[in-house]
Structure formats: structure tokens, C-alpha cells
């Protein structure tokens, strides 16, 4: 008797995960940074720190070819990437 009081007295709400869903790579268009990235992982026994700059690129493809909604690489954890970056080319004068 007190089971039935329990059901009826919440109702469960799902809702979307935050992201919301991406397509899966049907035509293997980033498959080659996908390998590079999983190739990275098994050298460095799966830690992967070692393979940021390998799951930036893989992230790049997904956005470049519409496979994940495009998000500045800052808001994805990869700021400090970014700068790297920005300083290694030498500014045009």
C-alpha cells in the first residue's frame, strides 16, 4: 500500500545531456586523427594528458566537418594548447 503512494507521488523528467548529441562518423572523415589519438593513448598507456594535442586536432575535424556543433577549443579544456600555439608563430610585420 505504501509502494502505489511512492509511484504517484513523483514523476521522473528525463532531459537532454548538456551537449546535446553528434552525429557518428559514418564516412570516416576524422578517422585518421581518431587512430592518431588512439595510437597515442596505447603509447603512453592510456594516459591521456600525453595526448591533448592529438584530441585537439581529432576535436578540430569533428567541428570543421559539422560532426559535433563548433565550440570555441577554450570552452573544451584546450586554452593553454591555444597559447602554445600563438606563440610559436612569429607575427608578421
Not at 548529441?21 to 595510437?39: N, Q, T, V, Y
Not at 581529432?58 to 606563440?87: T, V
Request: with cysteine; proline share 6%.
Amino acid at each position: 500500500m505504501s509502494t502505489a503512494m511512492n509511484f504517484s507521488s513523483k514523476s521522473f523528467t528525463p532531459r537532454p545531456p548538456d551537449k546535446g548529441a553528434f552525429p557518428l562518423d559514418h564516412f570516416g572523415e576524422c578517422s585518421a586523427f581518431k587512430e592518431r589519438f588512439m595510437e597515442c593513448l596505447r603509447q603512453s598507456g592510456y594516459e591521456s594528458a600525453a595526448c591533448r594535442q592529438s584530441a585537439m586536432a581529432y576535436l578540430e575535424c569533428r567541428m570543421d566537418r559539422q560532426l559535433m556543433a563548433n565550440e570555441p577549443l577554450e570552452k573544451l579544456g584546450f586554452k593553454d594548447l591555444i597559447n602554445e600555439k600563438s606563440e610559436e608563430k612569429p607575427e608578421k610585420s
